[in-house]
């Protein structure tokens, strides 16, 4: 049968509704445990959403400038030189977008001709590929082999062609958690820097690290030249719905993907830009009191998988935890996930559809441990008892 869309063009042709968005009407529907979206459940330190509540009544509600609020500019560029020792120039290196999916977007769409090559290693997060055909360019996969989810820098090198513009590098990683090696950071800096690649980095889960730190690519020699590195406000202050992200890139690259964002969004969440003005400025405490309370999360999670029968495989940072749904009687994550919204009470999000070819990914399901503990243990309670009330 014709499974193409009517009117979408070729290039969406089999991006269909996002599996987040799939998952979580499913949990909807069935009165479900959400541990499928990652978002969290509570709220975030009311100093961020009072400042935003401030902005508004203080009457900061028309468009911001294009690349953002300068104070907020400024603030990023401190934030990069405090944690990650990087210096970008807040005027010709800091653009704030509509999250980092529109910074991905745009410097998808900016960067890459028509049948470029970019390079995904996958399991990537999906908006990585949307982007990439919705810029006119294809999508090159570089497995990332469980439990650890390493890569082999020989099939990284052979998967470059002489079209490869860019590679997407995720790191805290969605859907593994794994954080990337200074190791692994160096051959994708060698790979980049011998075949003239574009790193885009997404750097969503910065603070999110459980175990050991992480390490900008922006920051290995040779690499700040050529990367867009991107982040954003919603992992570290619990306000996913608030989409202020940010790119920070050297000038030539920076112009290029301001051409592209000004015509996407132009500009968002002025309130929110002057909330996140603050935020980034926080005492330290704040951001490893972050770390600490998600690892208390992955760590609550990641026990009661294993209690209700599951492996899950080692998670370093983000919000998730990938298992193998073989102990529980499947062998497709995909049919998993139909079926537990319903029959467990659960909602999961499967991670076959993160593969360029899904079979590379079959049995393996995401479960988000960005929420509060009564939450995960009602989750892990149903997992363990195996059918919904
Ligand atoms: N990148 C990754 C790896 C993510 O997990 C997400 C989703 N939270 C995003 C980007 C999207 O970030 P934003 O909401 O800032 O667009
Ligand atoms: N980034 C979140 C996740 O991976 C939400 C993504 C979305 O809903 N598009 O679950």
New binding site residues.
């Given amino acids: 049968m014709d499974q193409r869309l009517p009117h979408l063009t070729s290039r969406l042709q089999g991006l269909g509704v996002?599996v987040?968005?799939e998952m979580s009407r499913l949990a909807v529907e069935h009165d479900a445990v959400n541990l499928?979206?990652?978002?969290p459940d509570f709220d975030p330190d009311p100093r961020v959403t009072e400042a935003a509540i401030a902005a508004i009544r203080e009457g900061h509600n028309q468009y911001a400038p294009g690349n953002g609020l300068p104070p907020l500019r400024q603030a990023i560029s401190e934030h990069q030189r405090r944690f990650w020792g990087l210096d970008w120039d807040p005027e010709s290196e800091v653009t704030v977008a509509a999250g980092a999916t529109e910074a991905l977007a745009a410097a998808l769409l900016a960067l890459c001709d028509t049948g470029d090559e970019v390079l995904l290693l996958e399991p990537y997060?999906d908006?990585y590929v949307a982007g990439v055909r919705m810029a006119g360019a294809v999508p090159t996969p570089v497995t990332l082999r469980p439990p650890r989810f390493t890569f082999d820098p020989e099939e990284l090198t052979a998967a470059v062609s002489a079209r490869t513009r860019a590679i997407v590098v995720n790191s805290p990683h969605?859907?593994t958690g794994k954080v990337f090696t200074d190791t692994e950071l160096e051959a994708i800096a060698a790979c980049c820097l011998e075949h003239d690649l574009v790193a885009l980095t997404d750097e969503v889960y910065e603070h999110l690290v459980y175990d050991g730190s992480h390490t900008p690519l922006a920051s290995l020699p040779g690499m700040q030249e050529r990367t867009v590195q991107i982040s954003s406000a919603a992992k570290t202050f619990s306000v996913?719905g608030w989409k202020i992200g940010w790119f920070c890139a050297p000038p030539e690259l920076t112009r290029a993907v301001r051409t592209a964002k000004q015509f996407l969004t132009f500009t968002n969440g002025t309130p929110f830009q002057h909330a996140i003005t603050q935020a980034l400025t926080f005492e330290d405490a704040f951001f490893d009191a972050q770390a600490d309370a998600f690892r208390a999360r992955r760590d609550r999670l990641a026990a009661g998988l294993a209690e209700a029968g599951l492996d899950p495989l080692p998670s370093h940072g983000s919000y998730f935890v990938v298992a193998d749904v073989a102990p529980l009687g499947y062998d497709d994550d995909v049919a998993f996930c139909l079926d537990a919204p319903a029959k467990l009470g659960v909602a999961a999000?499967p991670c076959s559809g993160f593969y360029l070819d899904p079979r590379r990914g079959r049995g393996l399901v995401r479960f988000?441990f960005c929420k509060t503990d009564a939450v995960l243990d009602d989750g892990v309670q149903r997992l363990r008892a195996g059918t919904h009330a």
């Fill in positions: 996002t987040f968005a499928g979206q990652g978002f997060y908006a969605n859907p996913t999000v988000a």
